[in-house]
């Protein structure tokens, strides 16, 4: 079972305002993931670390997202402003190494809300 | 570009029957191919993987994969399934050259008593 552990579990937020979500990978996974999963199973690759630093990241999240995985606390993602369109499942996922051969290990993720 | 098709978006199968549920991806090479399950309120959970060797591939809980090159198809498939097994069950591919999942649109699976 994953320990990876992503809070708060639901985030109801007006339109316009910041929305930040937590994730603690497990143990010694120094990759991160994060994933958007909308209501249609539709899933978007949003952005990965390897330790601290940025390996990827789509223009939508350098434009519209802040997200950081410092050492020694959890990694954080947050929506700048809030749209409708942000509504979706955020999912981190880590990882013990980068590669394919590593396993992806995700958490049960954020459901964000945007009213 | 890579592109994975779930052609079902819902399958439903008694207990104790046997299982498929199909995918078919699109690349110019052989991608890492996984099957990922989603429980209600739970993370994803990989069930199996494949990117060489036998193209049988067995995964947890009694699940098994079969990779065909000349189909481009990854199907999953359970001998029986239990009433437990009811979840939504995603294909994905992803490449070594950007590492990002490149997922289906999912099959959910209903089971019947």
């Known amino acids: 079972n994953s320990k990876v552990i992503q809070t708060p579990r639901y985030l109801v937020k007006g339109q316009g305002q910041k929305a930040k979500m937590r994730c603690i990978p497990e143990?010694?996974?120094?990759?991160v993931f994060w994933y958007q999963q909308n209501k249609n199973n539709e899933f978007k690759f949003l952005i990965n670390?390897?330790?601290?630093?940025?390996?990827?990241q789509i223009d939508m999240t350098e434009k519209r997202f802040s997200a950081e995985c410092p050492s020694n606390s959890p990694c954080s993602l947050e929506i700048q402003s809030s749209e409708a369109g942000d509504s979706a499942l955020y999912l981190c996922?880590?990882?013990?190494?980068?590669?394919?051969?590593?396993?992806?290990?995700f958490g049960a993720g954020t459901r964000l809300s945007v009213l | 570009a890579q592109s994975v098709t779930q052609p079902d978006a819902r399958v439903t199968v008694s207990e104790g029957a046997s299982l498929q549920l199909r995918c078919k991806y699109s690349?110019?090479?052989?991608?890492?191919l996984f099957w990922y399950v989603q429980y209600p309120r739970q993370g994803l959970q990989l069930l199996l993987k494949?990117?060489?060797?036998d193209p049988v591939v067995q995964g947890v809980n009694g699940f098994e994969a079969e990779f065909s090159k000349s189909n481009s198809s990854f199907h999953l498939r359970k001998a029986s399934v239990h009433w437990s097994d009811s979840a939504v069950y995603f294909c994905?591919?992803?490449?070594?050259?950007?590492?990002?999942?490149?997922w289906g649109s999912g099959t959910k699976l209903i089971i019947k008593p």
């Open positions: 994905a591919v992803s490449m070594d050259s950007n590492y990002q999942l490149i």
């Open positions: 690349s110019s090479v052989t991608p890492y």
């Open positions: 494949y990117y060489s060797g």
């Open positions: 143990k010694g996974h120094p990759v």
């Open positions: 670390f390897q330790n601290q630093e940025v390996l990827q």
């Open positions: 996922a880590s990882s013990l190494d980068w590669g394919n051969q590593n396993t992806l290990y």
